[in-house]
């Protein structure tokens, strides 16, 4: 059903090419999760969520996608904050793991199909340590210790993802080489430090240790996606060195690796780049107690997944105003005509309009694919005031199958895991019954003020009456 | 501040014994987790929540407890289900994973400190393995495949755990070997099979394989709460073999291994063994749609841990008839009084009731914990009925101290996420609002129709309205 052709800018390339899968209807795709050291902020969230969007946009075109996020649970910052915390490192790295998926889930960011965590695939990790090895492109500290390091410096396409050249990276540390024969060699894999935990080191050949950072991607997505998949993702601050390390030591050991590579941009606060020593990140608690989560989505998707997102003042103002505005629409049309709901991807694929497709074809524009969904929301609006049912179920359709794509849909249970059926909602439905019942019966004795009465207090609660052919309609503004 | 001594039935020793933690202040806890081929039934999470309350008594009494609580994540039955689903085995495991900790979510189930997955831990298998091949208690298969073999025939108390001698055991299998050297002999390593998928499999010095279910729980047990730990615990239907080979296999490699071993029942449906044969299986999704988390909690924790647990006709409608009455009296009394916070957990331990206390120090005896909550509940209306407000507020105080620890506090957030500040709860709250001042109003006017009408309305709708002296309150029934 892959109905149309779509474009996605490689950054190994430089340019936007054709995404086309390797195999037929299929997509296999990594991305980079969060090391696992502290709470989510926002530069996190975007990062997880406009990999969601492309996820599911693959899907609303026919593609079976399995996407593998890893999470990153040991490192130095690991370590040393469940030292200072006084903790097990796994106890601390589990905690953050799952701050973070409960603020995937709020956000309405699907799982993936898989989520590995580092430390569960040390043996797949040596496996590649030992073809590297016998590939001659690692070997093990000249110091003695268990140090391994990737020989960056005899790799000739070394530099290739982030087009530099080998050459002209400086060999300046030479006091610095801890058993390394080139500065610009990288670790593969760390000797265990004398005061690190047991649980922290892996025997190995070489003597205990655990596992550099790069060497675990490129073992996990191998590992569940082959040794060449579709695309490879992540921030564009994992550019250098991480990504091109991952690609070095993968092709290095006879893997393809990712034929796509996509950098999703950062987020700005205040147009000031976010980060620990100005004290200006946005977690993800903060952004909940500012937004709803259908807002706060909106927010992180706005922007070109390559741009800057800047988290300014009005932005989230703004979002749960466009939001809102969709919203209203939804809420109006489906009282008149119903909710929409879709027989299956061909038929939500069927109504999106001709912009919105064009858009997520084109690297996944989505300022214009937001544009196409407001331009249906205000043209469904005018065939409503019109009263023209036929023009109005058409936006409603396109409307609801765009939100439906963008994880945008305010109908989903996602926004309201556990809410639908509270004991409030049943109460509220219930009063709600009792008074449009009390406002009915006073008009029908022509007594206005009482039914006009009953109109405001419920406009001062925030509830919108809406009188209809077949009732009184009602909903929270 | 652990104020009082603790019994516990250890199953190994088949008597009470007084739980004394092996470190002062700390308790070690290993919980089998499920094997993740199916979505969680009402079985899985009545021993999750038994042991959740465990360690929330624990806790209450001022210990630091580690709780570890595994998920297999592969077996036989995963690689089945998922072969004929045309998935991938991690991708099927992680899915039924995650349905599992969604369902734990909703009955209040804390997280466990740990929860690692049995394939992460291959490493730490392999290295289980040798100590034991080193130590003459296994064995590559004869046949030249690459299983490995305990030979529990030659580990002198095979059968301590469940208090059954080897002799006694039939060696009835002599035509299935399979490589055995006597078929009382388990397996720790599972030979790949020629159909099973490569990512299924991982090198060994014996051959490619993946690790029998017994070796994943004694490595991961050991990894993360060291050779000697307080309490393992899970279902007494993992007893035998399961728990009677982890033990052997720890033991024979040198590890002392669980100081105290707890079983709890199983659940029965309507007087009959849950069993997929009988098709009575009640999953968490139906026991969700039959009643409120917090009754479904109530309804779990209610038998005494090692009993059956029956869920028969009416149970779940005594359950959450039981638990309302405890939110009836709550809701009152923290109208009149206030909420009852604590100053940390001591503050909380003094307002218990030594009836209660006495009950869960004595093998957790949860119906008498339950009796004592139950006669804290009515002192505590008959306190309110008398004006006693004193006597209510310690009937109160020691109410929220008995919910806090068994974790059915309706107060807390676990039941509420996201519901709390919903665009529902905000109009209805307002609507209140001016309700009850309409109604003030009628009131000072001696319009008693009109307040007496409001009444009714509200009260149609399932809301309760209570005047006290400081204004009306209200509440949903």
């Given at each position: 059903m892959t109905a149309t052709a779509m474009n996605l800018y490689d950054s190994k390339a430089q340019t936007l090419r054709e995404f086309v899968p390797l195999k037929a209807g299929e997509v296999g795709m990594y991305v980079c999760g969060p090391t696992v050291q502290g709470a989510p902020h926002v530069g996190h969230l975007r990062s997880a969520l406009v990999y969601d969007i492309l996820r599911r946009w693959l899907a609303a075109k026919g593609l079976r996608v399995t996407l593998v996020r890893n999470v990153t649970d040991i490192d130095d910052k690991v370590l040393e904050k469940a030292s200072e915390a006084g903790v097990p490192w796994w106890a601390l790295a589990y905690q953050f793991e799952q701050e973070f998926n409960a603020a995937y889930r709020t956000l309405g960011i699907e799982a993936p199909t898989y989520e590995p965590r580092a430390t569960g695939h040390i043996t797949e990790m040596l496996e590649l340590v030992d073809r590297l090895i016998d590939a001659g492109y690692a070997y093990q500290a000249t110091d003695g210790s268990a140090d391994v390091y990737f020989k960056a410096s005899k790799w000739?396409?070394?530099g290739e993802l982030t087009n530099q050249r080998i050459e002209d990276?400086?060999?300046?540390a030479e006091g610095q080489l801890?058993?390394?024969?080139?500065?610009r060699d990288f670790t593969l894999w760390k000797a265990a430090k004398p005061?690190?935990?047991?649980?922290a080191q892996w025997p190995t050949r070489f003597g205990a240790g655990r596992p550099g950072w790069h060497l675990e991607c490129s073992a996990m997505a191998t590992r569940y996606l082959g040794a060449r998949f579709d695309i490879h993702g992540g921030g564009?601050?994992?550019?250098f060195p991480h990504h091109e390390n991952e690609l070095a030591q993968s092709r290095a050991a006879g893997d393809e690796f990712a034929n796509f590579w996509l950098h999703n941009g950062l987020v700005n606060v205040g147009g000031q780049k976010m980060s620990k020593s100005l004290g200006n990140s946005t977690f993800a608690s903060d952004l909940f107690t500012q937004a709803r989560p259908i807002a706060a989505r909106y927010f992180l998707g706005s922007?070109?997944?390559?741009s800057v997102l800047d988290l300014h003042d009005s932005a989230l103002a703004e979002a749960e105003s466009a939001i809102s505005r969709v919203e209203g629409f939804l809420a109006r049309a489906e009282r008149k005509l119903g909710r929409r709901d879709f027989e299956g991807h061909h038929d939500r694929y069927q109504q999106l309009p001709t912009a919105f497709v064009s858009a997520m074809d084109e690297d996944l524009n989505l300022p214009a694919a937001l544009a196409a969904l407001h331009e249906a929301v205000r043209a469904g609006n005018a065939a409503l005031d019109a009263h023209e049912d036929a023009a109005a179920q058409v936006e409603l359709s396109a409307v609801t199958a765009m939100v439906d794509v963008l994880g945008l849909?305010?109908?989903?249970?996602v926004w309201s895991v556990g809410q639908g059926d509270s004991a409030e909602s049943k109460a509220l439905g219930s009063l709600m019954e009792a008074l449009i019942a009390e406002r009915n019966l006073a008009r029908a004795n022509k007594d206005f003020a009482r039914s006009d009465a009953i109109r405001d207090q419920l406009k001062a609660a925030g509830i919108q009456l809406e009188d209809a052919a077949d009732g009184t309609n009602w909903s929270i503004s």
């Open positions: 000739a396409s070394y990276m400086v060999d300046d801890r058993g390394k024969l080139d500065a005061n690190e935990p047991v649980t564009l601050d994992l550019r922007a070109h997944y390559r849909n305010p109908n989903s249970s």
